[in-house]
């Protein structure tokens, strides 16, 4: 029995195929759970599956807190696509929309996708919509000129993903990482990505955005070859469908918010090696409540 159990585990990079198996459902929790969105895998990168609550244990500031909710649903998805088509994508525009294009396709239907163009600002071209044409047909005549406001791009995705519907949201941000001409500094964006619950992936964009990702549990993906945008879109794809999600009711009841840090460890079974976890680096507290003026 042991066996069978250890094989169910190490069903890796086959989650595609995983869930199509799976009925839809909608992920609906306790407002006053903090959830956190994590990641596991192996020593070689490959995702692992199949593990249970009591695998993993999560602290806050250092303080165990207690698993009260434990998923691993393939929800829809909602997804805002940063397109950098500033000048300095020039040479590298057509790896851009294959990325992109590459990306969109592995789209389930019940997933919502937006585009937001950015070059001396960013604009909301497509809004969210379950047909992922629409953001074919932009990206397709997408010219590159103009400065890069990549964090002004940012802020505006954030603040578009932050009103979908869908439970579990993400960026992709496809960029060369270069910023020149931003009202938003990286700080308020980054202060801004902290206030959310929101995965930023990219695609070409290093430094800050890299900071951006690791902070929300995500990865950034640097150069590469256009022979390998499908396995990169592929993996992005994968991680987003196979999550795990946990919840729990903070200690701390105070409303004070401040930053809370929050470490996920998982305990694999006996007989797997070790397991590496990422997970968003923590959140914001519940702030002061306001009182109520006559």
Known sequence: MRGLGIAALLIMLIAPILAQQIPTQTLKVDVDL???????????????????????????????????????EDVPLSVGLI?????????????????????????????????????????????????????????????????????????????KIRKANNAKRALLIISDGEENHSRYSFSSVREFVKEQNVQIFSIGAGGPITILSDLTGAYAFQGGQAGTLADICQKIAIELKNEYVIGYRSTNQSKDGRWRKVQVKVNPPRGLPKLHVRSKAGYYAPGPEKPVKP
């Open 83 to 159: 397109f950098d088509a500033s000048g300095s994508m020039q040479e590298t525009l057509g790896f851009a929309r294959e990325a992109a294009l590459t990306f969109l396709n592995t789209a389930d239907a019940n997933d919502k996708y937006f585009l937001v163009e950015f070059n001396d600002r960013p604009h909301v071209t497509v809004d969210l919509t379950r047909d992922i044409s629409k953001l074919q047909e932009h990206i397709i005549f997408i010219p590159a000129k103009g400065s890069t406001a990549l964090y002004d791009a940012v802020y505006v995705g954030m603040e």
């Open 34 to 72: 903090a959830l956190i969105n994590a990641t596991i895998t192996d020593s070689e990168g490959r995702y692992v599956v199949g593990l249970e609550k009591q695998n993993f244990q999560i602290w806050e500031d250092k303080v165990e807190q207690q698993i009260e909710y434990f998923s691993t």
